[in-house]
């Protein structure tokens, strides 16, 4: 499984775009880039995936360049209700179905008003 | 969509004692993941389950967890005996097959004094 590196930390203001970076140089042709957010003392929640080039949803924008070593996670006018741990991920399904990744340590986002 | 239940909330034990956590997945979601989480950390996959069947239980330590998943629906943790380092969170996950996202359960936070 390849290991992710991310910013330790970041500090944003409200209403700004927040773009996190993650490297992944090590990954797989098969692996999945997927982001998640996690709150104080809840569980973490899914964003996005993504393969390769552009996804975006309700909640953000994922950029993944050609050579797929890095990715950028991007929250467009954050809130202070953004204020959460960012983890990167990239894993695979496996034989089993079951999507296989690590969590690293994540990046703490900490939105000002 | 009922969420990923999860019991107790908190528990704490003294070292050596026993405990157990439950652990009732979303409906028909294939895949069943159980985390520890110490404080400032990332979540550790501790074991993967596939319908009833364990797919990855390499980072379970062994001698003193166990988990099991009956007739593929919940699942349930065991530590005996519990160490001071055993303190964390424990959170559960779902998916269904070839799924990307995890849906998380809110997690039992143990404290082991």
């Known amino acids: 499984l390849a290991k992710t590196t991310q910013p330790i930390s970041m500090d944003s203001y409200e209403g700004q775009e927040v773009n996190i970076t993650c490297s992944h140089n090590n990954i797989a042709t098969n692996d999945y880039i997927t982001w998640y957010q996690q709150f104080p003392s809840q569980g973490p929640r899914f964003i996005i995936q993504g393969y390769k080039t552009k996804v975006t949803n309700e909640v953000a924008s994922l950029f993944i360049p050609a050579d797929r070593k890095s990715s950028t996670l991007s929250l467009p006018r954050v809130s202070l209700s953004d204020t959460a741990v960012y983890y990167c991920l990239v894993g695979d399904f496996g034989n089993t179905g079951g999507f296989k990744t690590i969590f690293g340590a994540g990046t703490r986002l900490f939105v000002k008003a | 969509e009922a969420g990923v239940a999860q019991s107790p909330r908190y528990k704490i034990i003294e070292k050596r004692q026993s405990v157990a956590f439950w652990c009732n997945p979303i409906?028909?979601?294939?895949?069943l993941y159980w985390y520890q989480q110490i404080l400032g950390q990332g979540p550790k996959l501790l074991i993967q389950?596939?319908?009833?069947?364990?797919?990855?239980d390499s980072q379970l330590p062994k001698d003193r967890f166990s988990a099991e998943r009956l007739k593929g629906v919940d699942s349930t943790l065991k530590i005996q005996p519990a160490k001071l380092e055993d303190s964390a969170v424990y959170l559960c996950?779902?998916?269904?097959?070839?799924?990307?996202?995890?849906?998380f359960g809110s997690g039992t936070r143990l404290t082991v004094v």
């Open positions: 389950f596939q319908n009833n069947g364990v797919v990855d």
């Open positions: 409906s028909g979601h294939a895949t």
């Open positions: 996950a779902s998916s269904p097959r070839q799924s990307y996202g995890y849906t």
